[in-house]
């Protein structure tokens, strides 16, 4: 055995010992997408999450999606194998501005990403993912008015895409804000027989070229489904893995930033998640996600009211 298949077998003696699942976002390196018990966007991993039966959680993404896993498992034990990863989109809603500018519109139905902290989720109706935010903002009756936290991008194209007005936090991902429209268009000009395809985050020229907008999974499911054969990907580049895994006979590639010394466009925070890292989580059970109670309850209904909404409840009797 080499070192990272002794690595990985003492990660499986320990999962088993611990009692642990592993979860990974799409966009971890493809060594945690291969040894994952699960792997899915926010949507299914607060999905998933709900269903563990296992004692502890080890949460590979972001520390929102830890906190996510957390706020609804109270009594399992979440770890996230470094603390460190944050999101540039979630800290561009600091939860003290957010309540200064929800408390102009008191009458507002809030609607906030997923990607946002345990404070702004607590401080929301209804938590959406970039898989269901269509249907949350169509599922709000008419007459109400409707805040939109924290993507400016994502909330622009939900308001064309539902016809409804949104009061939009102006809020950004630093990977999707970074595609370059003249790079991928240059890649367009050489690869002609390419598709296009791209995250609602992404900046709407970006969007008014893509020939399908959707969620990291609608992404996956679109290739996997579609007739091309070649496609140029304008979302987290850890997505190529299991587009490759299951569509090995096709192409992708991925949509490059600005920076033209770079080629593909990577979340600095998801890419801080390793191996080495997972390992000493098990070993630890450390670092904990904590949260404090009055807010965790707070940000389960606005997370459950999703949820239910998913399960084809009319969750807005309540709000």
Known sequence: MNNKELLISEINRLRKEKNAVIMAHYYQISDIQDIADFVGDSLALAQHALKVSADVIILAGVYFMAETAKIINPHKKVIIPDPFAGCS?????????????????PDAVVVSYVNTSAEIKALTDIVCTSSN????????PRDRKIIF????NLGNYLAAKTGRELIIWDGACHVHEDFSLERI???KTIHPDAKIIAHPECKKPILLVADHIGSTSSLLNFVTKDKSTKYIVATESGILH???LYCPEKLFIPAPPTDSTCGCNDC???KLITLEKIHRSLVTLTPEVIIDEKIRVKAEKSIKAMLELSEG?????KV
Do not use: G, H, T, W
């Open 89 to 105: 989109l979630a800290d561009s809603c600091p939860a003290d501005k957010f309540a200064e500018f929800r408390s102009k519109y």
């Open 133 to 140: 935010a269509i249907d949350v903002i169509n599922a709000i």
């Open 149 to 152: 936290a924290p993507d400016r």
């Open 185 to 187: 268009l240059e890649l």
């Open 242 to 244: 299991q587009m490759q």
């Open 268 to 270: 600095k925070f998801m």
């Open 313 to 317: 409840k009319n969750v807005f009797q």
